[in-house]
């Protein structure tokens, strides 16, 4: 079982849609998660973390931690086409404090 | 503010010849690191360095080595190249404390081995 899982894709979602994305983490002790993105050909950039159970929103995007079911996910309100990109999910190991990588989620948001 | 600087972003190489990625950050940060990226295979840590001075293996360092030459670079060797190491390698560096790690990334180095 890998540390960090994602379902690689493609997801494709229309324009003004809802764009979920999902991660589910083996370590239950992790604390810290990370969201982010990465344009086709560009290096993955910081969009969201997360740390405590619940939803935490910021803009359109929306991360959501369940520890218990060591669940976490992105939600995109009102996507858009600059929105298609991959998603990478991270999480903290605690043991080393390295970041734990998902093999991302490419989303496709259609005109 | 340049942030994390990695160079060159394009090699090509052949079999068994050598060359040292160069990274550079301007963020005072002390931890840095390498990963490299194929494609479904999201990031994989090669090597990193927790603070100047210091370096440690990843999970996967075989055919690397590294050298952590002051707190702002972090270089990367390939002693002798093979093509399973064709990928995108990417530099970052970080702040750890608290069990919080943030990844700040260079642009990345498209590498390939013929």
């Known amino acids: 079982q890998k540390e960090v899982e994602q379902n690689s894709g493609p997801l494709s979602v229309p324009e003004g849609a809802i764009a979920s994305l999902n991660c589910t983490y083996s370590d239950r002790v992790s604390q810290s998660f990370f969201w982010y993105r990465q344009y086709s050909g560009k290096s993955p950039e910081l969009i969201m973390s997360i740390y405590s159970n619940g939803d935490k929103e910021d803009g359109r995007f929306t991360a959501q931690l369940n520890k218990a079911s060591q669940y976490v996910s992105l939600l995109i309100r009102d996507s858009q086409p600059s929105d298609s990109a991959t998603y990478l999910c991270a999480v903290n190991r605690v043991s080393n404090y390295q970041l734990i990588w998902g093999a991302g989620t490419k989303l496709i948001i259609k005109p | 503010n340049a942030g994390v600087t990695q160079t060159p972003k394009f090699q090509v190489l052949k079999t068994g010849q050598s060359m040292t990625l160069q990274c550079a950050q301007d963020m005072n940060h002390n931890s840095m690191y390498w990963y490299r990226q194929d494609p479904g295979m999201g990031l994989r840590l090669i090597y990193y360095?927790?603070?100047?001075?210091?370096?440690d293996k990843g999970e996967v360092p075989n055919g690397y080595n590294v050298s952590r030459l002051n707190k702002r670079e972090f270089s990367l060797r390939l002693e002798s190249a093979a093509p399973s190491q064709t990928s995108v390698y990417f530099c970052?560096?970080?702040?750890?404390?608290?069990?919080?790690?943030?990844?700040?990334f260079g642009q990345g180095t498209r590498l390939t081995v013929v």
């Open positions: 970052a560096s970080g702040i750890p404390g608290q069990g919080v790690e943030r990844a700040f």
């Open positions: 360095s927790a603070s100047e001075g210091t370096t």
